[in-house]
């Protein structure tokens, strides 16, 4: 079993803002917790049963008392608010620059893709300084991807892509874990994220040739080749057609689905055009475009990362 520390390490730029959250949080808990306290305590030892204390409940109207224990823990309450979306909103934005890693939680493992064809297990190897963006998608159950010297963590669905985004600040080798529930083996589902200066990263990237991580080929390059293997452009042209529509351009535009719905042709849609067609008919399309649900995850990725390149 890993070791967690109670305070994990700060290695990325969402830890130095969540960090002082957090202690203002606390703070603030100990500060309105033990005036609670303190307040019980009183009271049970000055109103104990045999005291002499006046008991005669008189009505006395404190306007000012009850606005400040009203409007002063509100105050309080509504600055954490907007320091909270502060992060959340920064959390939820990705740059564009970003390194992407494809993800895939499986019980009980991590499987790690980059663009250029590298493959990780239970291990992710990164550059310092550089945004990168996790895709993430589940092939079996829920699962959440939890680094804590990160103090990031998002659900991996399964059917449906997720997204978390971080820049590492620190080098050295980081607990990665599942902190969603996902079977018997749960507790085993540990990996680590190992952060180099980028000239080590580029010589680690250079080593990978020759060994079970090394590339067979790019991202872009499987995509395409699958769309070729797979017979796409043979429905798929440069125009729209009786068959099927042209897919140049397609990702991020507005489709009408026959079923009188408007989605945006995102990684989700286009997943979901991928495994199970049936469920994004164009308005007119014909019911000629067959399921690839047999694909692999890593397989259905490439191809979306094809599409958004068309």
Not at 18 to 47: C, D, E, I, K, Q
Not at 186 to 202: C, E, N, P, Q
């Amino acid at each position: 079993m890993p070791n967690i520390p109670i305070r994990p390490e700060t290695a990325s730029n969402f830890a130095t803002q969540f960090n002082p959250l957090f202690g203002a949080l606390l703070a603030l808990s100990f500060v309105f917790g033990g005036g609670v306290l303190a307040t019980v305590v009183l009271f049970a030892v000055r109103y104990r049963e045999g005291s002499k204390v006046e008991r005669k409940r008189p009505s006395i109207a404190t306007p000012i008392l009850e606005a400040c224990l009203i409007g002063i823990p509100m105050v309080f309450g509504l600055a954490i608010f907007a320091w909270g979306a502060k992060i959340y909103t920064a959390e939820r934005t990705i740059p564009r620059n970003a390194t992407e890693i494809f993800v895939v939680g499986k019980q009980w493992m991590w499987q790690m893709y980059h663009a250029n064809g590298v493959r990780e297990l239970n291990q992710l190897t990164l550059p310092i300084g550089q945004p990168v963006r996790l895709t993430m998608v589940s092939q079996d159950v829920i699962h959440a991807f939890y680094v804590p010297a990160f103090r990031i963590q998002y659900y991996v669905l399964p059917g449906r892509y997720t997204a978390q985004w971080f820049i590492p600040t620190k080098t050295g080798t980081f607990l990665l874990l599942c902190n969603q529930y996902c079977g018997m083996d749960h507790s085993r589902m540990v990996g680590h994220i190992t952060i180099l200066t980028k000239a080590d990263y580029s010589s680690w990237l250079a080593k990978q040739n020759g060994t079970d991580l090394a590339p067979t080929q790019t991202l872009l390059a499987r995509g395409q080749n699958l769309f070729t293997e797979k017979q796409c452009a043979s429905c798929h042209s440069s125009r729209d057609n009786a068959k099927a529509p042209s897919l140049i351009g397609v990702f991020g535009k507005v489709r009408h689905l026959r079923d009188g719905n408007h989605v945006t042709a995102d990684a989700d849609y286009l997943r979901n055009a991928i495994t199970h067609p049936e469920l994004c008919r164009l308005a007119g399309e014909p019911e000629s475009m067959p399921s690839y649900a047999y694909l692999s995850p890593q397989d259905v990725w490439a191809l979306i990362h094809y599409v958004e390149s068309k």
